[in-house]
T-cell receptor
């Protein structure tokens, strides 16, 4: 069964600190992996997308890594800001037609002043 | 640049009542989706429409119906609401149904069934 797991479930850090969120998946055949940011009361917004051949992708202070061999991805946030407080969702797409997004449960990040 | 617009944002229903959630996108996307999001779980697909005139069941379609009214609009109907349908509902759209295209999400509808 195609699944996406994320850890930790929640995380609290102080403003200015770095953090890393983890994603493990069993989706096959793999097409691409996205990280979404979801602010409270809002819909998810895409941060990065990586295909099989990419192992790093950055978007400002957000850096995603992908290890397709071990089926793991991480999202590293540098110099966190209060506005980074949100849920971060890992989404994996299977390489086949039709609707094929598999969503992880998300990691809830709280950045405190 | 509205993107994906959902109405209403909040709704409280009594068990057995019916309602329709509306969704419209202005990006000329072919594919549209309805998801539900429950605490501790990833978004789960209810129904999707790969293109105008087609609809297909997703992972959790029971208790729901959909209509792809035109290319812009995709509505979700609860015929007889149940407490198990208390959730946050998201509509999304993408250029096509293939996974390499980004999906854009609406702001969500928080539905409570009492």
């Amino acid at each position: 069964k195609n699944q996406v797991e994320q850890s930790p479930q929640s995380l609290i850090i102080l403003e200015g600190k770095n953090c890393t969120l983890q994603c493990n998946y069993t989706v096959s055949p793999f097409s691409n992996l996205r990280w979404y940011k979801q602010d409270t009361g809002r819909g998810p917004v895409s941060l990065t997308i990586m295909t099989f051949s990419e192992n790093t992708k950055s978007n400002g202070r957000y850096t995603a890594t992908l290890d397709a061999d071990t089926k793991q991805s991480s999202l590293h946030i540098t110099a966190s800001q209060l506005s980074d407080s949100a849920s971060y969702i890992c989404v994996v797409s299977a390489a086949k037609g039709g609707q094929n997004f598999v969503f992880g449960p998300g990691t809830r990040l709280s950045v405190l002043p | 640049n509205a993107g994906v617009t959902q109405t209403p944002k909040f709704q409280v229903l009594k068990t057995g009542q019916s309602m329709t959630l509306q969704c419209a996108q202005d990006m000329n996307h072919n594919s549209m989706y309805w998801y539900r999001q429950d605490p501790g779980m990833g978004l789960r697909l209810i129904y999707y429409s790969a293109s105008e005139g087609t609809t297909d069941k997703g992972e959790v379609p029971n208790g729901y119906n959909v209509s792809r009214l035109n290319k812009r609009e995709f509505s979700l109907r609860l015929e007889s609401a149940a407490p198990s349908q208390t959730s946050v509902y998201f509509c999304a759209s993408s250029p096509t149904g293939q996974g390499q295209y980004e999906a854009f999400f609406g702001q969500g509808t928080r539905l409570t069934v009492v």
